[in-house]
């Protein structure tokens, strides 16, 4: 009887220390879950909405934007919540909330602008460093076809 027992309490033993073993793996995956959701979900988005409420922040008059149900329109009037918008052909106002305003399509404009204009810049120095190593080896060239005929 004393084999028995001793059988059982080693047992008992064995499965609890398991089952604590695989508490912790699932409370480890679960934070990691949370992590990843983080980083790929909830991040981007808090980010993004920073970007829009800074845009919202700096409309200015005569900006063209866009409102969250598509209509295209330009800023003739900023109020504290509200914005009148201009669109159509006859001219016609719409008074519309701040939140509203999805894109402001000027902004948009300037900043393709002024990354295209950094991005020229190089690439004419990378197209000018092609063409001087052409030159160069032309110029090798010459230098040594004349250097062979005298």
């Known amino acids: 009887m ?4 001793l059988i059982t309490l080693l047992t008992s033993d ?5 089952s ?9 995956w679960m934070v990691l879950i949370l992590v990843v959701f983080y980083f790929i979900l909830i991040r981007p988005q808090r980010k993004k909405d ?7 922040k700096n409309l ?6 866009v409102t969250a149900g598509g209509i ?3 800023i003739c009037k900023i109020e504290e919540e509200t914005v ?8 016609s106002r719409l008074r519309v909330r701040r939140w509203a305003i999805s894109q402001n399509l000027d902004a948009e404009k300037e900043a393709a602008a002024q990354k295209n204009a950094k991005s020229a810049p190089a ?20 230098s040594s076809d004349s250097e062979t005929k005298k």
């Open 2 to 5: 004393s084999t028995a027992t």
């Open 14 to 18: 064995t499965s609890t220390t398991t």
């Open 20 to 28: 604590t073993a695989y508490g912790w793996s699932s409370i480890i």
């Open 50 to 56: 920073k970007q829009d409420a800074e845009m919202r």
């Open 60 to 65: 200015q008059l005569g900006d063209e934007v």
């Open 72 to 74: 295209v329109g330009i």
């Open 84 to 91: 009148v918008i201009e669109t159509g052909g006859d001219r």
């Open 123 to 142: 690439k004419d120095k990378k197209k000018d460093k092609k063409s001087d190593k052409q030159d160069d080896s032309k110029s090798g060239n010459s």
